[in-house]
């Protein structure tokens, strides 16, 4: 571990035990009411009872997690690839960008849960209509993204190459890693939008298992059982704040991070 | 020995090449030949069209009229290695590549063990070069001059035998007065020894006068090498200056004929004569 890397780690380690710290203040204060702001020590709790086997399927957050992780990453998958693919075509030309980014921002614009109720006709109330929500919120935002990474890739390196004479596969893996930067900026953007999205939808409407995030905390929102719902807030926060970590960890191996500063 | 090789004797030609930047021709027509060793360099106002009639000869923009020859090549393909060192170097390089990397990447399509036979050319051009340059470095970690000294060095190493024809468009403009005056004796050197037909386009007058053996001072737009020609009755003339006086290594020699402000401007600091 570089000494940069290290004293970052300490940062956002010092920033997490402060925001502890003030959450556990203002908790015990008793300014803010129980049903307002649950104590950390209840919500590590009932985090802890996550991983107590003798408890039954649907008490344990973890395994609520574990269908709403599933989905929300399904369906961030299929709406890489998918709108990875149109970004690409979009970019590929002023024109095809021109004619279609109306279409991708009009889409972006709309809250994908208003289609939700019409995905869950569609695919019987079933876990489709899930991942078909977060597929339909999350690929305008990575279409548009990657397009303008596309477009944006540098003309000079292009150029640079067809001068030398080099063979097209070499042109074609730096076209690929000029676009690169942002695909990852997509994935990031589309990560925590399939999450939010996850949990919406399983507010919504609870899936047919019953065992979704979403639905333990509108139960636990509606029985006033607020250490349960911080403890779903705290899972899904950490797991989309590790999600980016891990995907800033592997741009920066790739030597990405850098790819529009110079 | 590179400067034992036999010279291919072809030069770079051009033949009333026309070009156009932004909708509007720059280049009426210009014929000129650049021979093997030979470093002519291109000179003028800015917006003249010397980056312009640089990208057309690298085969990157609409050579709307003329021809552009290429010296034959040895190589099995039979297409000549042309290199370039562009106006935007900084952005030439890919953040996510050592600069040894880059240089490596530009070498690509000469055969096999293509990056470690650039990485070696690189590292002892480096070196016979004089460029204090660090080759593991990422761009984002090099200066402007230290780029533009990478860029040259890839220009160079490209190619197992150097490149036929080399295109630099203001090579040495963010380097310091004294890697500029090396990195132009090496230039010279590296041109003369393996018969490189080089086309440079320079704005200081040292530069010129240090790089080159011959220079086209344009003297504004739209401009042609053969006069008032191909029915553009406002075309400016060029001056075409051999240096020589000033130059330790060069010989004496004329220029053409030129009437503008810029022109004798340009022939009176590079102390070329009018044409016989």
Known sequence: MTKGSAGRLALAAATFAAGLALWLALARSGWIGRTLLADPIDVARALAGAFDPAAPPGARVLVHAEATLVRALAGWVIALLVGMGCGVALGARAWAYVLGEPLFELARAVPPILAFPLLLVAFDFGEPAYVGTIVLGCVPIVAITVARGRLGASRERSELLAVFGVPRSVRALTAIMEVMPSCFLAARLALSTSLVIAVVTEMVFTPRSGIALGALAKEAQMSFETDVYFAVVVVVGLFGYAANVVLRAVERRLGLERSTST | ?276
């Open chain 2, 1 to 276: 020995m590179a400067g034992e090789r036999e010279q291919p004797a072809e030069p770079l030609t051009l033949r009333r090449v026309a070009a156009s930047h932004a909708a509007a021709r720059v280049v009426v027509s210009a014929s000129f030949e650049v021979a093997a060793g030979e470093i002519v360099g291109l000179a003028g106002p800015n917006g003249c069209g010397k980056s312009t009639l640089l990208r057309t000869v690298a085969g990157l923009h609409p050579c709307e009229r003329g021809e552009v020859v290429l010296p034959r090549s040895r190589t099995p393909a039979g297409v000549a290695r042309v290199a370039l060192v562009p106006q935007g170097y900084a952005q030439s390089f890919w953040p996510w590549a050592s600069l040894r990397s880059g240089i490596a990447l530009a070498a690509s399509g000469s055969g096999r063990g293509w990056y470690r036979s650039a990485a070696a050319r690189a590292q002892s051009l480096r070196a016979e070069l004089a460029l204090d340059l660090d080759l593991g470095l990422r761009p984002y970690q090099c200066s402007g001059g230290m780029l533009q000294q990478a860029a040259l060095l890839r220009a160079l190493a490209a190619f197992a035998s150097g490149p036929e024809v080399l295109l630099a468009d203001e090579p040495f403009s963010a380097l310091d007065v004294d890697v500029a005056r090396r990195a132009r004796a090496a230039l010279r050197r590296f041109v003369r020894e393996r018969g490189v037909r080089a086309l440079v386009v320079l704005h200081d007058v040292e530069s010129l006068v240090e790089t080159c053996d011959r220079v086209l001072v344009i003297d504004g737009k739209p401009w042609s090498t053969d006069g008032a020609s191909e029915g553009v009755s406002t075309a400016r003339m060029v001056l075409n200056a051999r240096l020589g006086s000033r130059r330790p290594d060069g010989d004496a020699d004329a220029a053409a004929p030129t009437t503008s402000s810029f022109g004798d401007a340009m022939a009176r600091v590079l102390g070329a004569g009018p044409h016989p």
